[in-house]
C-alpha cells in the first residue's frame, strides 16, 4: 500500500492533493513488481510505504483459496508448492509461493527507499488488535489518533474484528465474504516443510525491517 503525498502517477486517474490532504493508494502486487519502486520514486521520493505481511505459509494457502474458489478445479496445495514431492523441493515460480518471499522484494524497494519510510503493519495483530496497529499507521502518516478501540468491534459470525460504525453508515460493517474465508486442509507435513522453506528469509526480513513477526 503506498501513500501518495503529492500526485500519484496515475495523473488523470487520481485527484490533485491538496494542502492538508494525504493521498493514498493501495495495490498489494507493487510490493512485489520489480518496476514499482523507480517509478514510485521518480514521482515521489517522499512517498510513504505502508506494507502489511502476515505469516507467509498462511498467505500461501489464502492465495490459493483464493484462486481455488475461481478455478475450483485447480491441482492440490502441495501439487503446486513442490517441484519434486520426494525431495520437497518447493517451486519458488508459484505466485503464492514467491509472494512471500518478504525480504527478497523488500531488497528491491530498498535500493530507493530508506526503511524510515516504510512502516510494517503484522496481518496478525491487524486481527487481535486492529485498533493497536491503525495507530501505528496514523502516527507514521503523522495523523491525529482518530481510529481507536472504540470503532472496531469482535464479529463472533465472522471471526474476525469489524467496523462498528463506518463512516457515513450508521449499520456496522465487516469485510466481503472473501476476506477471512475458511482455507482447505493442507497435509502438516506440507505446512511444515513450507515453513523450513521460508524460515531464513523470514529472519532475514526481521533483520531488514527491525521487527520480529513472530512466525515460526
Ligand atoms: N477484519 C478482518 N476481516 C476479514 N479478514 C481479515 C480481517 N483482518 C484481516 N483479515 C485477513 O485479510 C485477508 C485477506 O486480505 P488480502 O490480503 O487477501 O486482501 S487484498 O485483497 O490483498 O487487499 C484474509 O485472509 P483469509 O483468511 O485467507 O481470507 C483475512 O485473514
Given at each position: 500500500m503506498e501513500c501518495f503525498r503529492q500526485r500519484c502517477c496515475r495523473k488523470n486517474l487520481m485527484p490533485r492533493t491538496l494542502d492538508g490532504q494525504i493521498t493514498m493508494e493501495k495495490t498489494p502486487s507493487y510490493f512485489i513488481t520489480r518496476e514499482a519502486p523507480s517509478r514510485v520514486f521518480s514521482m515521489s521520493r517522499s512517498t510513504k510505504l505502508i506494507v502489511v505481511v502476515r505469516d507467509p505459509v498462511t498467505r500461501a494457502v489464502s492465495d490459493y483459496t483464493q484462486t481455488l474458489t475461481k478455478n475450483p478445479g485447480l491441482p492440490s496445495f502441495q501439487n503446486l508448492a513442490f517441484k519434486n514431492s520426494t525431495t520437497g523441493l518447493i517451486d519458488t515460480s508459484w505466485s503464492a509461493v514467491r509472494?512471500?518471499?518478504?525480504?527478497?522484494?523488500?531488497?528491491?524497494?530498498?535500493?530507493?527507499?530508506?526503511?524510515?519510510?516504510?512502516?510494517?503493519?503484522?496481518?496478525?495483530?491487524?486481527?487481535?488488535?486492529?485498533?493497536?496497529?491503525?495507530?501505528?499507521?496514523?502516527?507514521?502518516?503523522?495523523?491525529?489518533?482518530?481510529?481507536?478501540?472504540?470503532?472496531?468491534?469482535?464479529?463472533?459470525?465472522?471471526?474476525?474484528?469489524?467496523?462498528?460504525?463506518?463512516?457515513?453508515?450508521?449499520?456496522?460493517?465487516?469485510?466481503?465474504?472473501?476476506?477471512?474465508?475458511?482455507?482447505?486442509?493442507?497435509?502438516?507435513?506440507?505446512?511444515?516443510?513450507?515453513r523450513d522453506f521460508y524460515r531464513p528469509f523470514n529472519m532475514k526480513f526481521y533483520q531488514m525491517t527491525g521487527q520480529d513477526f513472530g512466525w515460526d
Open positions: 509472494i512471500g518471499i518478504y525480504a527478497k522484494h523488500l531488497e528491491n524497494w530498498l535500493r530507493y527507499f530508506p526503511l524510515t519510510q516504510f512502516l510494517f503493519v503484522s496481518g496478525e495483530k491487524l486481527v487481535t488488535d486492529p485498533a493497536g496497529e491503525m495507530g501505528r499507521v496514523q502516527d507514521f502518516l503523522g495523523l491525529k489518533r482518530v481510529v481507536t478501540n472504540k470503532h472496531f468491534y469482535f464479529n463472533q459470525t465472522k471471526g474476525f474484528p469489524c467496523l462498528k460504525k463506518p463512516e457515513g453508515s450508521s449499520r456496522p460493517r465487516c469485510l466481503g465474504k472473501s476476506k477471512g474465508r475458511p482455507h482447505p486442509h493442507i497435509p502438516a507435513e506440507v505446512l511444515h516443510r513450507l
